[in-house]
């Protein structure tokens, strides 16, 4: 069944596909091949094959099951845009979420190059939010350009974990830009100073901020638990959402 999520700007997690491979620098800890492997070690059903890449049919309909409406963040555990996902099954995954007009659903991946291919022949449904990662200047940037070629109702970017300055961004069409650090024993630090960048660049654009997390650093450059580190930036908490729920 959807699982209430922890992460701090969606509701529920809802993950027809599990498992993925790494693309760029932003994967090299990925925190959802190691709850994978903790959950194949618990026996935990839908975690057999570990974090190779499985496509879950019978969760297909499990967001028709809620009639509250839910902001759900699709697949957590995965990327619905990966290589190995075929169309039809991410057909299959849009039926549910057009049958569905209640929920909103956020999808974000780190394939960007293949969204305006596959919505080249297909409406992009009103209750998506269309997102991909941007981590460093390298991977991330290019991504934000396949991104805006699709007709989505909002657009955003998951600029997490931050590894570099992003220098010069544009984010024409972006509606929401959220920020944070990485996690786990092997967190790699975030500066300030990248984050006040891409912060004034979206108050610029009028892009929605929100900043996550410190993660494993905190901004004075020390480690702790990302707890004890927290959302804190500049001295206030930054929840900034789209125009699309506000």
Known sequence: MSATSKIEWTEKTWNPVTGCDKVSPGCKHCYAEVMSRRLTAMGATGYENGFALTLHPERLLQPTTIRRPTVFFVNSMSDLFHEAVPDSFIDQVMETIRAT????????????????????????????????????????????????????????????????????????????????????????????????????????????????QWGGWGADGVRRHKKANGRLFQGRTWDGYPAAIV
């Open 101 to 212: 007009p209640q929920h909103t659903y956020q999808m974000l991946t780190k394939r960007a190059e293949r969204l305006p291919e596959y919505f080249a022949t297909r409406d992009c449904p009103p209750n998506i939010w269309l997102g991909v990662s941007v981590e460093d200047r390298q991977y991330g940037l290019p991504r934000i350009a396949h991104l805006r070629l699709v007709d989505a109702r909002v657009r955003f970017l998951s600029v997490e974990p931050l590894l570099e300055d992003l220098g010069k961004m544009d984010l024409t069409g972006i509606h929401w830009v959220i920020v944070g650090g990485e996690s786990g024993h092997k967190a790699r630090p975030m500066q300030p100073e990248w984050v006040e960048n891409v912060q004034i660049q979206a108050e610029t654009y009028g892009s929605a901020f929100f900043f996550k």
